[in-house]
């Protein structure tokens, strides 16, 4: 899993996306981008930019790929943190040099890069073997323009579950069955609430029922379509009833002491895993081996996952062709075998990136999946269902922006600092329009 370790927000936006692997990687200077040509040998060289720990590489993708076209080298440069890597890849895509023949871009920056820089990149679902049908839709649509050219073709989702503690709950007189669990909030995030009010009347002491109020607003504003823009383009997060209700339910979580009052990402997030600080957490699939990692040996067969109140997702990411390569069609190619549903599925079953081909699903590496530091849970068939009903959200060039104010700038002075709902949401806004220059 990728992720930087400042914020919640930033995470989104650095880490997220591709798996259950280790945290952002170092950069890896292979070769100058944009520099795809022969060998020498006849060989055909191709260059991938990514940032962080992709997992392409990782799963022994690329290595396959050479196997089985021996004319071809891939080779992988990689940028840490996204938010150092998106700004150059704009740069770059505004002067048509310095690309990778393949770039990967993030769920959060795919509006603006559909929106302003689709005529600079190769429409990939004309590639042969690809296909829309073999994706989500949704996905699909994130990664197409206006025109109708799919530009981004969809490596992984980030679909959301609960993760819950099963011996905190039973301390507290809660059930314990992953589908009992379910039952309890299936539908709506207010029922959520409510289980963390009847967990905290029978708690043990010093535990608290959620991570944060910043994590629940999170994953209650991912299960919605419209967020912070309309689909005209407007910034509609003031008005928009459903952030309003994201905000509320997380200010409730707050206000009635449920959470452990932690900032995701942080070090003591971590800690708070390992030492088993909190009950539950909104989960999407690159999380678990995270959790896995904090929670430690302790909390192996103590963890397990249930379906959310509505399926939400976080995380994600694409694969681009900049038109400017000199070897676009092999390019083409390889993007779309990168992000075939049987390659997925791979990629999936080696660094826990949930495929974004929903053909994907049925495949046994999928279907089949279980988790044994989580009970055992099946989770893909949990994952697949979150997926397959999540909504197609409307995306804007500023999303990450207006998240991350919204988080740690306004939740979090309620949730850490005492500070009222309205002052919080106060806050927030003035932060968001001085960065949006409103």
């Known amino acids: 899993m990728r992720t930087t370790t400042r914020t919640r927000a930033v995470a989104l936006a650095a880490v997220v996306t591709l798996g259950a692997s280790a945290l952002a990687g170092c950069a890896e200077d292979a070769e100058e981008p944009g520099a795809s040509s022969g060998d020498g040998g006849g060989r055909t060289t191709l260059t991938v930019g990514v940032f962080g720990v992709f997992g392409l590489k990782e799963a022994g993708l690329y290595d396959e790929y050479m196997r089985q076209n021996p004319d071809v080298v891939i080779k992988q440069t990689s940028i840490e943190r996204n938010e150092n890597y998106y700004p150059q890849l704009l740069t770059h895509l505004g002067s048509g040099s310095g690309l990778a023949d393949i770039q990967a871009v993030e769920v959060n920056n795919i509006a603006e890069v559909v929106a302003t820089q689709s005529d600079k990149l190769v429409d990939l679902g004309k590639t042969p073997g690809v296909a829309e049908s073999s994706y989500l839709d949704w996905k699909w649509r994130q990664g197409t323009a206006e025109s109708g050219a799919t530009v981004g073709l969809g490596t992984d989702v980030g679909p959301q579950g609960i993760c819950y503690r099963k011996d905190l709950f039973k301390k507290a007189g809660l059930p314990t069955d992953r589908e009992a669990v379910g039952k309890l909030w299936a539908g709506d995030w207010g029922k959520y609430l409510a289980a963390g009010r009847k967990f905290q ?30 689909k005209d383009g407007e910034v509609v997060y003031k008005s928009n009833p459903r952030v309003k209700e994201a905000w509320n339910i997380a200010s409730d979580f707050a206000t009635s002491g449920l959470t452990a009052k932690l900032q995701q990402f942080q070090p003591t997030w971590d800690q708070g ?58 390019a083409a190619k390889l993007a779309a075998w990168l992000t075939a549903p049987e390659q997925q599925a791979k990629l999936f079953a080696e660094q826990g990136s949930f495929p974004s081909a929903s053909a994907a699903y049925d495949l046994p590496a999928v279907a089949d999946s279980k988790n044994a530091y989580f009970g055992d849970a099946p989770i893909g068939k949990i994952f697949a269902e979150a997926a397959e009903g999540a909504p197609v959200q409307v995306l804007g060039p500023k999303d990450l922006i207006i998240a991350q104010n919204l988080a740690d700038v306004g939740m979090l002075q309620v949730d850490q600092k005492g500070k009222s709902p309205k002052e919080g949401w106060q806050a927030a806004v003035k932060a968001i329009d001085n960065a949006l220059d409103q």
Do not use: H
């Open 201 to 230: 009347e029978k708690a043990p002491e010093g535990k608290a029922f959620v991570d944060s109020a910043a994590g629940v607003m999170a994953a209650v504003t991912g299960s919605y379509a419209e967020r912070y823009y309309d």
């Open 273 to 330: 895993y390992a030492n088993g600080t909190f009950a539950t957490v909104s989960c999407p699939a690159w999380m678990l081996g995270y959790i896995k990692t904090k929670a430690g040996e302790q909390g192996k067969d103590q963890w397990d996952i249930a379906q959310a109140p509505k399926p939400s997702n976080w995380g994600g990411s694409f694969l681009v062709v900049p038109k400017a390569g000199k070897r676009t069609e092999e």
